[in-house]
DNA sequence: ATCCTGAAGA
DNA sequence: TCTTCAGGAT
């Protein structure tokens, strides 16, 4: 007679206490599935609520996105972060339909060779869809099972990650898989909180070793810490007539193969750029704005041609575009509060 | 190592 | 208000 694992409980749990109102439960459409995790990966649940019924309305089904200009993709997802998760999507969806038909592949293994879906994203989409037995493994699942497990393994170390998701694949129950995902899922996102956890409250409370040592906080352990470092450009805001200047950014680096305002290396830079510019401008208030690896500090600069004056020489290729046109394309979260004022 | 933003904590 | 932090795939 073996102790019931704690996945009999997270279910009963999730039966009762889960959230199961979201737009994207309820399906086991691939298509939604998918796009509402890949959505999730490192956005909040209030977020997506916002975007995923949007994005759904202009992209019904993965040939309606597949066939999408990516501008339009990038677009609709200007202001959740992360773009290349939109550049993957894109392409992911081309890959279903071209290489499966229009079909998502029905196993997780599978799965994760597409474009975007990572080891698991596959097995969440392959849980819901499908059936499947496979385990997650996201920031969530990884602060629940080491808390309940005690595992003290430094998961800045790859071997210690490996073991975590084979503990991971050791916990799943035998049927209701998808019930057993969403639950840990839920736990980690309502429960097992990262600085405060709501133990008392806790399925697993019984069982938990890190509760029982008193300090859940500790967990999950990772030695290896971020170091930031700073950044400072100058941004032109260039206006003519009621339009400005936009350019599409490179298809690598920050905010990739997004639209914003002409960056120059520093003010300076900028300032040369205009010294035979007819016209007259000023600098406004600087943006800060922190990325993973960098703080960024962004001037900008903002400058009126007089109607009929020539561009000025050395301005980055570009577009004019109304303020109304601009705010409907893929920008920056900082540069949309900017012009949008 | 890189990639973005909003929320939570101080 | 300011700073820190959470969150997967490539």
Known sequence: MTRPGLAGELIAWQRQHGRHGLPWQGTRDAYRVWLSEVMLQQTQVSTVLDYYPRFLAR??????????PLDDVLSLWSGLGYYSRARNLHRCAQ???????????????????LPGIGRSTAAAIAAF???ERAAILDGNVKRVLTRV???EGDLSSSAEEKRLWALAEAQLPERDVDVYTQGLMDLGATVCST????CLLCPLQARCVAKAAGTPERFPVKTRKLKRSRRSHALLWLRQGGRLWLVQRPERGVWAGLWSLPEFEDAAALQALLA?????????PAIEHALTHFDWTLQPHVWTLPTGAALPAGLPPGRWVT???????????????????
């Open 59 to 68: 992209f019904p089904d993965v040939q309606a996105l597949a066939a999408a």
């Open 95 to 113: 890959a279903v339909v071209v290489q499966h038909g229009g079909r998502f592949p029905p196993s997780s293994a599978a799965l994760a060779t």
């Open 129 to 131: 869809c499908f059936g």
């Open 149 to 151: 497990l005690g595992f």
């Open 195 to 198: 600085r405060s956890p709501a």
């Open 276 to 284: 035979a510019a007819p016209g007259e401008g000023e600098w406004l």
């Open 323 to 341: 303020e109304e046109e601009a705010l409907a394309m893929g920008l920056p979260a900082p540069v949309r509060k900017l012009l949008a004022g």
